[in-house]
């Protein structure tokens, strides 16, 4: 059995990133454009509809519960019924998102090319991605909260993760694809395990990186705006959204090379 080679994993994700960061820059702005462009619709016409003056952004939590106690004043249904159709589009956006950087890590992983068909192409597959995420979710949640400590969970995890892989790769079905994560995984929990800790490292380090950059860019935002505007709250939203993506493009490349080298494409 070949060990996991954590280095490779690691120096791939960089060098891929670095090499497709056009492409991911353009699959971020359709991907977040297009989330985000429906959730300040669905802000704008509640606005519209309910008089508020809170619903513009929805993506910000507190913004949405102030927006939904002024829908509640109003007791209007036609209001509800958008924002209950908006929260079901949105919902379905994320579980989407969920999904799309997997597919397109590993399309880069096997043949070094990525294209904007790879942000639809597995959507024929969500309801079985969907489904082993409940699994997987389900089995993990038990590993941390009904067995003991946080052991089993992070154990589980790591041996069931690759299930999602092997479903945009292999096109299998729940059962097979989890059996598959399971097997090829068999030995290799502690190298896993080491390489999720990488990983947190990384991600954590570029949070705080770009969270220097938020705070001094909010500084400067309010220095020239003389308040906390709505021009502000922007600059924070995309140095936020460029932070996640950045840790986690590089994350599930490293991923996408750790599960081929697990389990190569000859194997299949």
């Known amino acids: 059995m070949k060990a996991l080679d954590i280095k490779q994993a690691v120096r791939y994700g960089f060098t891929a990133f670095r090499s497709h960061i056009g492409f991911f820059v353009i699959a971020a702005l359709i991907i977040e454009g297009l989330y985000y462009s429906v959730a300040l619709a669905l802000g704008l016409a509640l606005d519209f509809k309910t008089g508020a003056t809170k619903c513009y952004f929805l993506t910000d939590l507190n913004k949405f519960m102030i927006c939904l106690a002024e829908m509640r004043a109003?007791?209007?249904?036609?209001?509800?019924?958008?924002v209950i159709g908006g929260m079901i589009i949105l919902l379905l956006l994320i579980i989407w998102q969920t999904y799309v950087y997997e597919n397109i890590?590993?399309?880069?992983?096997?043949?070094?090319?990525?294209?904007?068909?790879?942000?639809y192409s597995f959507i024929p597959l969500l309801p079985i991605l969907i489904l082993t995420s409940f699994i997987v979710g389900f089995v993990v949640t038990v590993g941390f909260i009904f067995i003991a400590l946080i052991v089993p969970g992070i154990y589980f995890f790591l041996r069931l993760f690759f299930a999602f892989f092997i479903v945009l790769d292999k096109k299998t079905d729940v059962l097979p694809s989890i059996k598959k994560s399971w097997a090829i995984t068999e030995g290799h929990v502690w190298e896993l395990f080491c390489l999720f800790g990488v990983m947190v490292?990384?991600?954590?380090?570029?949070?705080?990186c770009m969270y220097g950059m938020i705070l001094i860019s909010q500084s400067l935002c309010k220095m020239i705006f003389l308040d906390s505007s709505v021009y502000c709250e922007l600059i924070v939203a995309l140095f936020t959204l460029a932070a996640i993506n950045l840790g986690g493009n590089i994350s599930v490349l490293i991923y996408a090379d750790a599960y081929r080298q697990l389990n190569p494409k000859r194997w299949l």
């Open 105 to 119: 890590a590993l399309k880069i992983r096997d043949n070094d090319r990525a294209s904007l068909k790879d942000l």
């Open 74 to 82: 109003h007791n209007d249904l036609g209001s509800w019924i958008l």
């Open 201 to 208: 490292i990384i991600v954590f380090t570029i949070i705080a």
